[in-house]
Nanobody, 128 residues
Framework: VQLQASGGGSVQAGASLRLSCAAS????????TGWFRQAPGKERSFVAA????????KYADSVKGRFTISRDNAKNTVYLQMNSLKPEDTDVYFC??????????????????????WGQGTLVTVSS
């Protein structure tokens, strides 16, 4: 499956952005999906994940209550709604798909190494 992330941009603190992760090649509804982010010179870190059914979600503590992950399987797309953005949210955001999600409609992972497919990143810049 090929993943294409989009929706990044430059905003001021307190603003909102919605990232999209569109899949092609295979149906994304067979995969658990996650968002990760990475700053230059730093390791990639977990942001949010969602099971293939959408029934289970996980979030990093730093984004709980501000970010919402969702999916529209009919559109083969996963979203990350980011509200109340902070300068520390500035990063390149990546979406990823996890094949293990096909075995359980409630499975999703916060562990980077479990993901099999990665899209290119989309840059989010939040200024104070």
């Amino acid at each position: 499956v090929q993943l294409q992330a989009s929706g990044g941009g430059s905003v001021q603190a307190g603003a909102s952005l919605r990232l999209s992760c569109a899949a092609s090649g295979r149906t994304l509804s067979n995969y658990a999906t996650g968002w990760f982010r990475q700053a230059p010179g730093k390791e990639r870190s977990f942001v949010a994940a969602i099971s293939r059914s959408g029934s289970v979600t996980k979030y990093a503590d730093s984004v709980k209550g501000r970010f919402t992950i969702s999916r529209d399987n009919a559109k083969n797309t996963v979203y990350l709604q980011m509200n109340s953005l902070k300068p520390e949210d500035t990063d390149v955001y990546f979406c990823a798909a996890d094949r293990a999600g096909q075995y359980s409609s409630r499975y999703c992972s916060a562990i980077e190494s479990t993901y099999d497919y990665w899209g290119q990143g989309t840059l989010v810049t939040v200024s104070s």
